[in-house]
């Protein structure tokens, strides 16, 4: 099992950065890819960023050049750096992980760190 916890969420004006940190602990070993996601109140949950093992990285086009997504993967952590925060980012924010291990795959997920970005 892995167990994932989200931090970092706040209220910060237009224009302004946040941090999101999601630290893993468990089966840490197992995590390969690791995600962050968010859902704002009536819509689905969708992909903001992911990042596989070796490093790449890729983002979903709404936060292309303002978010950034890293790992250090000797703290089993994962970071979302976002700057420029706009008011349609407003969202609850989730970290996931996948895990391939002992023949079993699986994607956990934290419980969500809110973010609001004031119109």
């Known amino acids: 099992q892995v167990h994932l916890v989200e931090s970092g969420g706040g209220v910060v004006q237009a224009g302004g950065s946040l941090t999101l940190t999601c630290a893993a602990s468990g089966d840490t070993v197992c995590i390969s890819d690791m995600a962050w996601y968010r859902q704002a109140p009536g819509k689905q949950r969708e992909l903001v960023a992911s990042i596989i093992k070796s490093g790449h990285r890729s983002y979903t086009d709404s936060v292309k050049g303002r978010f950034t997504i890293s790992r250090d993967d000797d703290i089993h952590t994962v970071y979302l750096q976002m700057n420029s925060l706009k008011p349609e980012d407003t969202a609850a924010y989730y970290c996931?992980?996948?895990?391939?291990?002992?023949?079993?795959?699986?994607?956990?997920w934290g419980q969500g760190t809110q973010v609001t970005v004031p119109g």
């Open positions: 996931s992980a996948d895990t391939d291990c002992h023949n079993f795959e699986h994607t956990w």
